[in-house]
């Protein structure tokens, strides 16, 4: 019996596991050569990757490092911190190295999916644009007991 | 061009995220009607269940709830601890909710594996047998910045 969904944001499809770390490529190194989880492509991320960043609603310019992996169907995502204001940051002075966030849910229009759980009291802590799409990170610690990443294609 | 693996267990696939909470029925209640994410299946999971449950490599008898839901690819399981010395008691304490572990790393022989990652420098935290089979979880935090769990099946 299906009963309609009270969901205001319907969450159909998680597969990547956001791991922030201090070191990228001595992660990657551990990942890769004692259990055999590889290839990584890595990226910078900086403003000429996404436009409009923010970090906690205002505007903000940062960087960081990230390079990802396949493993069977989970999606690993590695983060470093490199510089300016941002949530990676904050996680590792927190938490130290550990689990950030699952993703991607995958929305139409990044925009309103961010005023809607903002309404729900679900605050977006940090969000990026690129052409056509962007990503934005919603605080859903308190409900979720972790962060989930919202992501717009093009 | 493929190398030869210096790995030690060969981790080819990860679909599980097992994410520690205080309430699981709470915590069900907001992935389910907020987010819409179910159904969830759930399990009283005491020595009835595993067999031979160690904790830091003593014997310890211990009690927990868990969930499941499939997220698309991706399996969220719950954890409330109840009774008896458990690592996801330890986890609330020192981290408060958030993502525990991530699973499942398929061995053939789950003693094996043990002694062969303990010989590395990741010891088991906790563990217990099922006919035919078993779990255990290992410390990888300082090299993976997460547990992985170890599954042995019939």
Same mark, same amino acid.
């Given at each position: 019996?299906?009963?309609?969904?009270?969901?205001?944001?319907k969450v159909?499809?998680l597969?990547?596991?956001?791991?922030? +770390?201090?070191?990228l490529e001595?992660?990657?190194?551990?990942y890769?050569?004692t259990f055999g989880?590889g290839?990584?492509?890595?990226?910078?991320?900086?403003p000429?990757?996404f436009s409009?960043?923010?970090?906690h609603g205002?505007?903000?310019?940062?960087r960081?490092?990230?390079?990802?992996?396949m493993v069977?169907?989970m999606?690993?995502e590695?983060?470093q911190? +490199?510089?300016?204001?941002?949530?990676?940051s *904050?996680?590792?002075?927190?938490?130290?190295e550990?689990v950030?966030?699952?993703?991607?849910?995958?929305?139409a229009?990044?925009a309103?999916?961010?005023?809607?759980?903002?309404?729900e009291?679900?605050?977006?802590?940090q969000?990026?644009?690129?052409?056509?799409?962007?990503?934005?990170y919603? *605080?859903?610690?308190?409900a979720?007991?972790?962060?989930?990443?919202?992501?717009?294609?093009?």
């Amino acid at each position: 019996m299906t009963e309609p969904s009270r969901a205001k944001i319907k969450v159909s499809e998680l597969y990547q596991v956001g791991i922030v +770390v201090h070191d990228l490529e001595k992660s990657i190194e551990h990942y890769q050569n004692t259990f055999g989880i590889g290839p990584w492509g890595t990226m910078n991320v900086d403003p000429s990757i996404f436009s409009e960043m923010t970090y906690h609603g205002r505007p903000v310019q940062h960087r960081f490092r990230a390079a990802f992996a396949m493993v069977g169907p989970m999606q690993l995502e590695l983060i470093q911190p +490199v510089e300016g204001d941002n949530i990676y940051s *904050d996680f590792l002075t927190e938490h130290g190295e550990g689990v950030h966030h699952l993703g991607h849910v995958r929305v139409a229009n990044l925009a309103e999916a961010i005023q809607t759980l903002e309404k729900e009291g679900f605050p977006c802590l940090q969000s990026g644009r690129s052409p056509g799409g962007g990503y934005a990170y919603i *605080d859903t610690v308190n409900a979720l007991g972790v962060v989930i990443e919202l992501l717009e294609t093009p």
